[in-house]
């Protein structure tokens, strides 16, 4: 004798394709969340760019003609261009970490010439701590509640 089997009905076949691609979809999004998102800042220079521009022959308009303009300027001292560039790589819900930044210092003479190239990247970075004290201020201090009857009547009429 032989046994009849039932072979599964063609609702039941597309609930199980369904689901299966519905799994297969879910792991998909869950995996993208968690790629590293990669952000750059600041102006990112070529090896032959940079190159270009040598102290003693090259001048204030001919570094913006090759490099653009600077991220920064000094403030005090000597005339100094500073191109910054950083690129940061964050993996979801994680702190971001710096992976590579470069400044190009650039000085130049009073009569426009570069006279100085410099060239800084991570490995030169150093920590910095603040400090966690609090500047006392002048004045009272007053609670929330005494702050709110104080002002009651000062923005009539």
Known sequence: MKAITKSPSLIQRTARRLAFFAAIGSVVVMAS??????????ISLSEKQIASVEPGTASRDDVLATLGSPSNTASFGAETWYYIFEK????????????ERMVLSLS???SGKLVDKKITGL?????????ERK??????????FEQMISNIGKFGK
């Open 33 to 42: 969340g968690c790629a590293a998102r990669v952000e750059s800042r600041g």
């Open 88 to 99: 940061e790589e964050t993996v979801a819900f994680l702190e971001s970490e710096v992976k």
């Open 108 to 110: 130049f003479d009073e």
């Open 123 to 131: 490995e030169d970075a150093q920590a910095v701590t603040p400090v």
């Open 135 to 144: 500047t006392a201020t002048a004045g009272n201090r007053m609670s929330f």
